[in-house]
């Protein structure tokens, strides 16, 4: 079992940043594969942002490419994405993802049905 919570979101006006956290506690040392993925309302899920634990090998959606990043604090076991130059675009309720390594069916790294843990999600809004 993972658990996995977020926090850091919160409101912020366009061109400005917020750093999100997602603390694992659990089976962290299975985790394989983790990502931060966001839903807006009426819209489907999109990770936006992956990363292979073991070989700190990212990828991000064209949309954020250039002002997010994902990284993990092994020894917090804690994952970040830290956002800048926000857009109201990106308002949406952002959640933390991790595949373990038993994990289910690969669909990919950018699609959320790869990832069997997630958090909870933290609501971020950029208004303009």
């Known amino acids: 079992q993972l658990q996995l919570v977020e926090s850091g979101g919160g409101s912020v006006q366009a061109g400005g940043s917020l750093r999100l956290s997602c603390s694992a506690s659990?089976?962290?040392?299975?985790?394989?594969?983790m990502g931060w993925a966001r839903q807006a309302p009426g819209k489907e899920r999109e990770v936006v942002a992956s990363?292979?634990?073991?070989?700190?090998?990212?990828d991000y959606a064209d949309s954020v490419k250039g002002r997010f990043t994902i990284s993990l604090d092994n020894l917090k076991s804690t994952i970040y994405l830290q956002m800048n130059d926000l857009r109201p675009e990106d308002t949406a309720m952002y959640y933390c993802?991790?595949?373990?390594?038993?994990?289910?069916?690969?669909?990919?790294?950018?699609?959320?049905?790869?990832?069997?843990?997630w958090g909870q999600g933290t609501q971020v809004t950029v208004s303009s």
């Open positions: 993802a991790v595949r373990l390594h038993r994990g289910e069916r690969w669909f990919g790294r950018d699609d959320p049905r790869s990832y069997g843990n």
């Open positions: 659990g089976e962290t040392n299975t985790m394989q594969w």
């Open positions: 990363m292979y634990i073991h070989g700190v090998n990212t």
